[in-house]
């Protein structure tokens, strides 16, 4: 199973803003944003270059592919599913990553980052309608019920998702703490995406 594995601390810094993409470290002083909000590398404290309108789409699409924690060839299948579909194809991009089970697993406060929800799900902690899936990328529609595993409920994680602290649920989610059960009440509208990009410069990307 592929997987980015540069330095999350890194990627971030490229972009020049957090992504969360080491959990509750993001939000200490311990955040390379906090102490260098400069891009990596050697160059890092030098003028910044303008960009061209290309290189302004290619960012940000590689912006979404770090936030997400997905590589270039399933984005670029979302991409060809989302034309598929009717309504806004940004939009509708947006909405199959947010659908994704380790994306889903994560906003529901069940693991502190993508990549630990992602572990979460290969190891088989999570069932979707009553059957256990080990797939991160499995696609979740509204009216799935996600139910954490009897024999998974006193995982650290699980036991932070209990008692109830963490990130805000999304409205279209519902969470039952006690029994550690989560349903999907609907798709995701972009007024309830928090992600911090702009899925029109990457619908224009891969529009060349």
């Known amino acids: 199973m592929a997987v980015n594995h540069d330095p999350k601390c ?16 993001c939000y200490t002083r311990k955040c390379a944003i906090e102490r260098r909000d400069f891009p990596p590398g050697q160059h890092g404290h030098g003028p910044q270059k303008k960009m061209t309108e290309y290189a302004t ?5 590689q912006k979404m592919k770090r936030y997400y924690r997905v590589l ?3 984005l670029g299948n979302y991409m060809r599913e ?9 939009e509708n991009l947006l909405q199959l990553l947010e659908m994704r089970l380790d994306n889903v697993i994560y906003r529901l406060n069940m693991a502190a980052s993508r990549a630990e929800a992602r572990q979460e799900v290969t190891h088989r902690h999570f069932m ?6 080990n797939i991160p990328s499995y696609i979740l529609r509204p009216g799935d019920t996600i139910e ?16 109830g602290t963490g990130r805000r ?29 702009e899925e029109q410069l990457i619908v224009e990307y891969y529009s060349r």
């Open 82 to 90: 989302a034309e598929r579909r009717r309504g806004v194809t940004g």
């Open 10 to 25: 890194r990627q971030c810094r490229r972009e020049g803003m957090k992504l969360f993409l080491k959990g509750n470290r």
């Open 57 to 61: 789409q290619l960012r940000e699409k």
């Open 72 to 74: 270039d060839r399933p």
């Open 148 to 163: 954490v595993h009897e024999g998974s409920r006193k995982l650290p994680s699980m036991l932070a998702a209990l008692s």
């Open 169 to 197: 649920i999304p409205e279209w989610l519902s969470l039952d703490p006690t029994n550690l059960t989560a349903k999907v009440l609907a798709a995701p509208t972009r007024e309830q995406i928090d992600a911090p990009v």
């Open 128 to 133: 979707v309608n009553g059957r256990r899936v």
